[in-house]
């Protein structure tokens, strides 16, 4: 499975995106919210490279024990974006403005330029399942970070 975030609006406080499946065209499946971009990174308020990155299930940590409890035998670990240079554990998970992120990808059904996510878990609940099963499954999952502007 190839996934892409396609970041297209950016501040000096967030980055609006939107997750696509690279399918035969591309298929799109929610907004994303990220940290805003910055040539020298600051530690929880900066978004990771562009680039291609492994996304793997991590079942060990805070996120991945609140989310058990939440999204009950959905939940298989959380989406783990690995290898990202100079990042550690950038998950993908729920939240609606930049204050809910360190790093890492929040996904949602809308979006606004003033830097919100509206219905982030019904967006995650639609999306987490294809992906974890493509893992489970033995596929490699990679997402891939492009920007439109920075």
Do not use: Q
């Not at 680039?51 to 409890?69: C, Q």
């Not at 929040?106 to 974890?132: C, E, M, Q």
């Amino acid at each position: 499975m190839k996934l892409k975030v396609v970041r297209y609006h950016s501040s000096d406080d967030f980055t609006l995106g939107m997750l696509l499946e690279e399918t035969e065209g591309r298929e799109f499946l929610c907004y994303t919210l990220e940290d805003e971009y910055r040539e020298n990174k600051v530690s929880g308020e900066t978004r990771i490279p562009d680039g291609t990155y492994k996304i793997t299930l991590r079942t060990v940590g805070g996120f991945h024990g609140r989310y058990e409890k939440k999204y009950g035998p959905m939940h298989k670990g959380m989406l783990w974006v690995r290898d990202v240079p100079g990042f550690e554990y950038i998950l993908i998970h729920t939240g609606n403005t930049d204050e809910h992120t360190a790093g890492c990808l929040l996904v949602g059904n809308s979006s606004d330029t003033k830097g919100f996510i509206g219905s982030s878990v019904t967006a995650y609940k639609r999306v987490y399942p294809k992906i974890a099963a493509a893992i489970e499954s033995g596929e490699e999952v990679t997402i891939t970070y492009k920007s439109w502007n920075t």
